[in-house]
């Protein structure tokens, strides 16, 4: 047998997603180019072939609009009743995926992939739902308009002017069997649009002179076929690839983006996404985090830089954060360790005079790049997405000994001023006044400092300047001294808080990192699943300041309490045998456990949980569920990494366990003993489906 050259060897990576891929049911959608193209139509005209044909077909969900040719397609085919959701005193239907799949059909017909579901279902999204039917070995038939794709968001609009809110992932649609692309001529639309066959007179002609104006159908249509060669040319080239057949392979490169917490940066990830995808390119999102901030970063960017790297990662970008004191040359280090060819940087909008003063990023990258190529990209701000999960701050009680700590020590200068005045002027008695302002901002932050300096100030003037007892300043060469001393006050109160903000960011990376590393030296040689669990609870809850559970599997597949530990409480349980008390908690870890997936806290699915569940998994593989507490609406970027570090860290250490207990007999008593599948030999790069 021929030996196959190294160019042409296959990626274990992909062999091992292409039977991940055929173990699961096959999706199909009906690409269309806007609403009224005849997507439901062809995917019903299909689906009765195929019944025909004698496949169980079965309609999950379906949207006529009234369209009275697609309502004659529905003859003949099943049809599941939809579920009844109340919401807001209004009874309102959606798919009843229970019913579906207990019925099991070999092809469902599940209309809109992008719609938003009902509050009250199962999942937030429609296309959650699809995967839940694929997952089961269901094909699924589904139709979506190309304004609905996630990395071609920010396109329609510029196309259109209309923000499009419901939008589907790029993983969802790369990862479909089949994409169809429903195409009809432009002028053919508006004909249609115009007989009432897409929406009713009213709302048609409306359209018309909004979204469905020529131009924008003919871009909308362009954009649609490029979309779906894009897809047979990827189709192509993984057919040769698995089949070994020589092809022009392109050369390898490497695109990076920078995502920071603007409002542009969103459309920068699209951009970098469509890029890499043009180059056939693997590409890093990266956020560099500044160490020395002329301002401390806001919940409202910190929840944009989440929610950017959430997103690069759903189009399958690799995301890292990087600590640094020079932007610039923070990006150019990253870009250089990880071989970028490309960096994406959005176009400057700030003014030419803070460019004179604070210099250029763009200047300086553009110089120093050397063979990388940079491009730059014009963002326009986007509408802020209401959360999904609402909560109100905490209402913080005022902390009155900070700021009478500062008043008590001013006691104490007064003090000492008046018993040494004589021997000491007045402008070195009001330099005294600094030492409260200082310790304060020290001890207690910069608020309580200003009203240090505002109480020092008035006890001066008050005790010190003539007229003494009063008030009123009745020498007001003392005025500029004044304010001179109030302006120091506020910059040693900011830069102090600043600094405390710093120093405690920096505790806690220096104690999870530490955390990480004793916890895996210290069960390195255990070989006892009980106390690396309830070890893990431990370190995991003390590391994470929240309570952490570890569930593992019984024989019956029943998940059990093998470690719990609550920081606040100081309390260990390990509860080895019990399974949660609570019965919803207990529901939505078992899905997360037969599902394979992120449930409950800061995920879209039963997000009405208190915990997370997160399974621990290896090669496909989940062997139990790591549950973290999520008191606040979200994690923030450092916890979720954190957290999925502890993740990793507890899949390998079970799947070692179990490892090594499979070649001898234990004395763990039968009902009590976890069970999990069996264990895969490790292979570098074969990994499970990614947490969400």
């Known amino acids: 047998m021929p030996e196959i050259k190294g160019k042409m060897r296959p990626d274990p990576d992909k062999l091992l997603a292409q ?28 689906a009765q072939q195929r019944l025909k044909e004698g496949v169980d077909v079965v309609i999950g969900w379906i949207e006529t609009h009234g369209r009275r ?22 009874q309102l239907t959606e798919m009843d995926i229970d019913a579906v799949l207990a019925r099991r059909p070999q092809l469902a017909l599940v209309d809109e992939l992008a719609h938003t579901n009902v509050p009250g279902s199962r999942h937030k999204r429609r296309f959650q739902d699809v995967k839940e039917l694929l997952a089961a ?130 459309q920068l990830i699209r951009a970098a996404h469509r890029l890499a995808g043009g180059l056939h390119a693997d590409w890093l999102a990266v956020h560099i985090e500044e160490m020395k901030r002329r ?100 209402v913080q009680r005022l902390p009155w000994p900070y700021y009478a700590g500062g008043p008590a020590m001013i006691v104490l200068i007064t003090a000492l001023g008046l018993l ?37 100030i008035l006890t001066f003037n008050f005790l010190f300047i003539t007229p003494t007892w009063h008030l009123m300043m009745g020498n007001i060469r003392y005025l500029g001294s004044f304010v001179t001393f109030l302006i120091v006050a506020f910059i040693i109160g900011g830069r102090t808080e600043l600094l405390r903000h710093e120093a405690w960011e920096a505790r806690q990376r220096e104690k999870s990192t530490r955390a990480l590393y004793e916890f895996s030296r210290s069960i390195a040689a255990v070989s006892d699943l009980k106390a690396i669990a309830a070890g893990m609870a431990r370190q995991a809850a003390e590391t994470l300041e929240q309570e952490v559970v570890i569930l593992l599997p019984d024989k019956e597949k029943k998940l059990i309490l093998w470690g719990r530990h ?32 992120s449930t409950g806290r800061s995920t879209e699915t039963m997000s009405g949980a208190n915990f997370l569940y997160i399974p621990l998994k290896i090669h496909g593989t ?60 490790r292979k570098k790069g074969l990994s499970g489906e990614k947490t969400q």
């Open 295 to 394: 301002f401390p970063m806001g919940d409202k960017e910190q929840d944009r830089i989440g929610r950017n790297m959430r997103l690069a990662e759903e189009l399958g970008a690799k995301t890292l954060t990087v600590v640094g004191a020079h932007l610039t040359q923070e990006i150019l280090d990253v870009a250089r360790a990880h071989n970028v060819t490309a960096i994406v940087i959005g176009k400057p909008h700030h003014s030419r005079l803070r460019e004179i003063w604070h210099g250029s990023v763009f200047d300086k990258l553009v110089r120093q790049s050397g063979g990388i190529n940079i491009y730059v990209i014009r963002g326009t701000a986007e509408a802020e997405p209401v959360p999904a999960i609402q909560t109100a701050p905490p």
């Open 622 to 681: 989940v062997l139990g569920i790591f549950g973290v507490q999520v008191t606040a609406k979200k994690v923030t970027p450092e916890q979720r990494r954190l957290i999925e570090a502890w993740v990793g860290l507890a899949a390998l250490a079970v799947e070692r366990v179990k490892r090594e207990e499979e070649p001898r007999n234990t004395s763990i008593p039968a009902e009590n003993k976890p069970d999990f599948p069996p264990a895969h030999p």
């Open 420 to 456: 040494v005045r004589k021997w000491l002027g007045l402008v070195n008695i009001l330099l005294l006044y600094q030492l409260p302002v200082i310790l304060s901002a020290y001890w207690w932050g910069r608020w309580p400092s200003y009203f240090t300096a505002l109480a020092g």
């Open 69 to 90: 040719d697609t309502e004659k397609m529905l003859a003949g085919l099943p049809r599941i009743s939809p579920q009844v959701i109340h919401y807001r005193e209004k």
């Open 137 to 266: 070995g269901i094909d699924v038939y589904t139709t979506i308009n190309i304004q609905h794709i996630e990395s071609l968001n920010d396109v329609v609009t510029q196309i259109t002017g209309v923000i499009v809110r419901e939008t589907v992932p790029d993983y969802i649609i790369e990862q479909a069997d089949t994409v169809r692309l429903i195409d009809i001529p432009p002028q053919d639309l508006i004909t249609r649009l115009k007989a009432g066959k897409v929406y009713m007179p009213e709302q048609a002609e409306k359209a018309l002179q909004q979204f469905f104006q020529p131009a924008n159908i003919s871009a909308l249509r362009e954009l649609a076929l490029r979309f779906t060669a894009g897809r047979v040319d990827k189709d192509l080239k993984e057919y040769m690839q698995i089949h070994h057949i020589e092809g022009p392979w392109p050369v390898a490169e490497r695109v990076m983006v920078c995502v920071s917490g603007s409002p542009f940066s969103a």
């Open 566 to 597: 609550n920081p606040r409480k100081r309390q260990t349980n390990n509860a080895t045998g019990q399974t949660l008390s609570n019965p919803a908690e207990a529901a939505v870890a078992t899905w997360a456990y037969q599902h394979g997936q």
């Open 19 to 46: 039977l991940i891929k055929e173990s699961r049911g096959k999706l199909t959608i009906f690409l269309g180019a806007a609403a009224g193209v005849g997507k439901t139509y062809s995917m019903l005209d299909v």
